[in-house]
C-alpha cells in the first residue's frame, strides 16, 4: 500500500464521521454563567404594600375597632383624626398611635389628591407597624 493511498483512506473516513459538536465547553461555560448571576444578584425586600379594603358587609365590625383615620387633601394637607398635622410629623403621630395599641389605619384621600402623598403616607404607616390599610370612598 502506497503513502498515496493511504492519504485517500484517512480524508474517506473523516467524510463518513460528519462533524462532531463537543457541548462539555458549553455546558461549562453555561453553569460558570449562572453562579456568577446566583452571586452577584441582589435581593429586596418587596416594597409593595398588603392593603385590606374595608367592605360594606362588615360595616358595624369596623366600626367597633378603633383605627386611625388619616384624611389627605387636595392640596396635600394631612388630617389625622381631625387633627391637622405637618407631613413631616406624620411618622411620629402614626408611630405614636401604633404604640398605642392600634393597628388599623383608614385613608380618606381627595379624589384630586397626588398618589404621591397616598403612597407616602401608606410607606409611613407600614413602618410604623400599622398593619392593617383601608381606603374609605363614597359610594
Known sequence: MSLR???TNLRSRR???GAIVELTPLIDITFQLLIFFLLTATFQEDSS???DLARAKNQDKASKQEAVVLSI?????????QVLVDPGMLENYLCAQAQAGKDTMHIRADKDSKHEDLVHAMDV???CGLKKLGILHQN
Open 125 to 127: 404607616a407600614k413602618a
Open 15 to 17: 467524510r463518513n464521521q
Open 73 to 81: 387633601g387636595a392640596d396635600g394637607g394631612m388630617e389625622v383624626d
Open 5 to 7: 493511498d493511504r492519504g
Open 49 to 51: 404594600i398588603d392593603v
